[in-house]
């Protein structure tokens, strides 16, 4: 029988390896993009639980934004900004900011979608709900 960890653990585990990847390879992009991705599926696991995600959408924030620094074209990075956006908009009472966020979130996931539409499957969902979630 194998021993399984809880999720968190794993998490951590896996970041633990992509640090130690950059630690040797800073330039290794697939790492930062790995670090990226990791976190989108932290927060969406996190979120999916009913627990507070709010370090893992800013640290996935920031990997996101070093990503776009080497490659501002990455219709995946822009997407993962998107959805990074709309967990941030999920959590927030105030109606303007929400709204931004939202719209932030929609302006990201069109972004992504018309660079590489092969996307649309990931991200689509979250297009349609930053749409719906705008309020007048």
Sequence with gaps: MLHQKAPDAEFRDALKWLEKALELSPQFFEAWYSKARLYYRWAEWKLGTGQNAMQEIQRGLE??????????????????????????????????????????????????????????????????EAKASISK
Aim: hydrophobic residues 40%.
């Design 63 to 128: 990997m996101v934004k070093k990503v776009l620094e080497i490659n501002p074209n990455s219709g995946e990075m822009l997407g993962l900004r998107g959805v990074f956006l709309l967990f941030q908009a999920r959590s927030v009472s105030n109606h303007s900011q929400h709204n931004e966020l939202m719209r932030k979130a929609q302006s990201n996931l069109e972004d992504a979608l018309r660079i590489n539409a092969n996307l649309s499957r990931t991200f689509l969902p979250y297009l349609k």
